[in-house]
């Protein structure tokens, strides 16, 4: 009984924790990108950063994994030094989240924190169109339904934005939406992609997340070259990093992370409750930090958002055992005739 209740209490912990990491790093990288004073950092940098963090906590997880430094470097050489195959594979997905990174700060710069957690959602979609082709799953009815049903709260969060009356830098709505279309692209693809790797051995997810964030930071940097590569030798790597700069690379890598944890000891249903709650966080937040002004479509949109993350987290029904229970059920009426 105490050890339900530990593991009950462990699942709340994992909610609240991915709920608030979610809601408060997509407002207050927001904030950082419209309201907060002072220079105007480099994005690209902020992205490379979060990797290096990623790697290190990796490395530190990893480590009490292994239990000793003679086994955690072992394992390092295995599968980075002599394994240039296992690299070569995890920088497929490096890539793709290199790129929906910095989509996210792209986006948020030009649309809402609330209407960018909405639309963000669409990531169920796409991630559930690249389950079915890429691992050859099968998605009920009522997965189905609550997809479209998400996809047309969204068109009519996105039919008319949400204004926000104290952001007075310059924006451009259809750019973000496309920043998030590709967002919720890479999301899926590599999300899944991370997934079939995992499943295809039993190597370690920290093992599979050192791998991953090598890749990571080689093509980030790659990123910051090419972007803004003159500007960062000018003004300097740091350029305009401020606190609310740092905590914004704190969530973003801690975020990352946790996710794999959160995946792990959470089901569908309470993922659906998180990101819902997450939205109705960004929501509330916007309107007292950014004078975000709701409007019926997109309360409408957001409510049906929220329905339909619920209903496409709901267990499958087992019609195998429902078929072999019928199937009892007319041998017996049988005998009983006979």
Known sequence: MAVKNVSVIFKLYCLTVMTLVAATYTVALRYTRTISSGDMYFSTTAVCITEVIKL???????????????????????????????????????????????????????????????????????????????LNRSLSQLQWFSVFMLCGGVTLVQWKPAEATKVQV??????????????????????????????????????????????????????????????VLEKGFFFGYTLWVCFVIFLASVGGLYTSIVVKYTDNIMKGFSAAAAIVISTVASVILFGLQITITFASGTLLVCVSIY????????TSKLTLQDADKESKQRLITV
């Open 56 to 134: 290190i906590l990796s490395l530190g997880m990893l480590a009490k994994e292994t239990g000793s430094p003679t086994r955690l470097r072992n394992s390092i050489v295995e599968h980075v030094f002599y394994s240039p195959k296992e690299l070569l594979k995890l920088s497929v997905p490096s890539v793709v989240y290199a790129i929906q990174n910095n989509m996210a700060f792209l986006a948020l710069s030009n649309l809402d924190a609330a209407v960018y957690q909405v639309t963000y959602q669409l990531k169920i979609p796409c991630t559930a169109l690249c389950t079915v082709l890429m």
């Open 170 to 231: 310059e924006q451009n709505p259809f750019l973000g939406f496309m920043a998030i279309a590709i967002a919720v692209l890479c999301s899926g693809f590599a999300g899944v992609y991370f997934e079939k790797v995992l499943k295809s051995s039993d190597t370690s997810l920290w093992v599979r997340n050192i791998q991953m964030y090598l890749s990571g930071i080689l093509v980030t940097l790659i990123g910051v070259y090419m972007t803004d590569g003159e500007k």
């Open 311 to 318: 209903l496409y987290g709901l267990p499958k029904q087992d």
